[in-house]
């Protein structure tokens, strides 16, 4: 990445090393895609070397707006970046521009519904928007942020060890926004980089031999493509750090999709799919009114944006903290929810990988907490006796709730809403305690014995069965013997990573497993985007008109 002073002039171009993280052809594409609008090109690809620049430190946020803040005011006519706090995009802005549309004391939804008529202001010009005069006073921001949600910021951890590859997230992410097909706001591919391979998917055992990649926006707290838009179009809300492009702010320069690290910004080049009138308001508009979710009108641009309208709770409490991805995925190695809250989704994952899949495996297993008392009715109080009377409870099951129990965490802050583990967890410990209850003495020494879970008789974890020494591995009580049991259960990832985390944009998406080398490139998965009637890349519906490449190269 280029570190030349910005105040030389020097285009990207000019330089030897290409600045954008996903290499020289991808940043060419970028720069092609900046030729087609009417906006200044080397303006943009400059802007989005400095931002980046910014995010690794090398530029402090001031000087980078001084830097640009006449050639801005010049090409656009306006400046209103925000130079440090992403509070100064989240509020205001989109009022002005309604202003200047004539609205008075009817609501902003309304107007917009009226206005709009299924075109995005955009998409009737920057110039067409300015020569209307202002007739009154914008009505004031309704949204409030609730000061039980001033830390939260939405986030994800995902499982990439266990992906299956079904793009089941693909799916549900376009049934919930319609988004244009290959317009991927999400995205999942399998991958290989010359260390690590991907079997032939005609041809394999396991879908864990596959190397994934699942790609949303990662919703960086540092986000390069809010600090080069200048209209504040793309901005970080305050509530939940969700990082949203403004449908009737942006002007579709595209400079944020060359300055996204990560390749996940579409730019709608025609009238889309899915009509305006198909889609519902409470879809589109968050809590402040401001059109920022479902797919985008023409002539804007669009991503990922973890669901504000469930975080707002238009659809109840009870999608409040989940996002549609995360609810279809088959496997649960999705994660959504408050990375700020220790006892969220995410964050229980990330902490301990082993135990929440374990939570995931058995709340499934094991029976029902409301019909196991009857199914104890004249049941033995021994091992033996419950394990051969009741179905669902085996030894192992035994072994592994009892193991949750033993590692069992006291949160000083409650669940967010829409978590899941939680859940699982007080069902696994409710049926530890309904056999505790029926005379299983699962504390004594005698049953943790039978279960493998005592100090003395451990002998690291049988992966196989086979009770082998595993020297390398300490346990100093019983809480260390249940962790270990349950990482020979579903052995958790050795690697978390989060994508380019040294260019510093500070992402709110943490992954588990193989980390994509340098030469990664994408191979065929088990499942095809044409399996699922879904598009791999945009291209494929717009020939050359758009840059709709995953994270990954795909040539």
């Not at 008529?117 to 300015?130: K, M, N, P, Q």
């Not at 409030?144 to 299956?164: F, K, N, S």
């Not at 058995?362 to 021994?382: A, I, K, Q, R, Y």
Request: glycine share 8%; net charge negative.
């Amino acid at each position: 990445m280029s570190s030349d002073d910005p105040t030389t002039g020097e285009g990207p171009d000019e330089t030897d090393e290409p600045f954008h993280p996903l290499g020289e052809s991808w940043q060419d594409n970028l720069e092609d895609a900046l030729e087609e609008t009417e906006y200044d090109t080397e303006l943009g690809m400059e802007m989005a070397r400095d931002a980046m620049r910014v995010t690794e430190g090398e530029l402090s946020e001031e000087e980078f707006h001084a830097e640009y803040h006449e050639r801005v005011m010049e090409e656009f006519g306006e400046d209103e970046r925000p130079i440090a706090s992403p509070d100064d995009a989240d509020e205001g802005r989109g009022d002005s521009l309604l202003s200047k549309l004539g609205a008075g004391t009817e609501s902003r939804r309304e107007m917009l519904k009226k206005a709009g008529a299924g075109v995005g202001f955009a998409s009737l010009g920057w110039g067409a928007v300015d020569q209307q005069e202002p007739e009154e006073e914008a009505v004031e921001d309704p949204g409030e942020v609730h000061p039980d949600e001033d830390a939260t910021q939405w986030g994800m951890t995902i499982d990439l060890e266990y992906c299956d590859g079904c793009l089941s997230c693909v799916t549900a992410c376009n049934a919930e926004h319609n988004w244009d097909l290959g317009a991927n706001w999400m995205y999942v591919l399998a991958f290989e980089d010359g260390d690590v391979e991907s079997p032939d998917p005609d041809n394999f055992e396991s879908h864990r031999q596959f190397n994934f990649l699942v790609r949303p926006c990662q919703h960086c707290t540092d986000a390069p493509c809010e600090k080069v838009c200048p209209t504040t179009a793309r901005h970080t809300r305050d509530r939940g750090g969700l990082v949203l492009t403004d449908y009737d702010v942006c002007i579709g320069c595209r400079y944020c999709q060359v300055a996204c690290p990560y390749g996940v910004n579409y730019f709608q080049w025609e009238e889309p799919n899915v009509d305006e009138e198909e889609l519902g308001p409470d879809m589109v508009y968050d809590y402040r009114d401001r059109r920022v979710s479902s797919r985008a009108p023409r002539g804007v641009m669009s991503k990922c944006v973890f669901d504000p309208p469930r975080q707002d709770g238009n659809f109840g409490e009870e999608l409040r903290g989940t996002t549609a991805c995360e609810v279809a995925c088959p496997p649960s190695v999705i994660q959504f929810g408050d990375k700020n809250n220790p006892n969220s989704d995410p964050s229980r994952y990330q902490e301990n990988p082993a135990r929440a899949r374990a939570l995931i495996r058995l709340s499934t297993m094991l029976p029902s907490p409301d019909n196991l008392p009857s199914m104890l009715e004249g049941v033995g109080t021994d091992l033996a006796s419950i394990t051969e009377a009741v179905d669902g409870l085996d030894e192992q099951s035994i072994m592994l709730a009892t193991a949750v129990q033993l590692t069992n965490v006291e949160y000083d802050q409650e669940a967010p809403p829409g978590d899941t583990l939680v859940d699982q967890e007080a069902t696994i410990l409710e049926v530890v305690s309904i056999l505790e209850d029926h005379g299983l003495a699962l504390q004594s020494e005698e049953v943790l014995s039978e279960l493998g879970l005592t100090v003395d008789q451990f002998q690291g974890p049988p992966s196989s069965g086979s009770g082998e020494d595993s020297p390398d591995i300490v346990v100093n009580d019983r809480e260390d013997v249940a962790q270990q049991r349950l990482e020979a259960f579903i052995p958790p990832s050795g690697n978390e990573f989060e994508l380019l985390a040294d260019i510093g944009t500070n992402p709110n998406v943490t992954y588990l497993g193989q980390e994509p080398g340098p030469n990664a490139h994408q191979v065929p998965g088990p499942t095809s985007y044409e399996d699922v009637g879904m598009l791999d890349t945009r291209q494929d519906a717009l020939e050359e008109e758009t840059v709709g490449l995953g994270v990954i190269d795909s040539s």
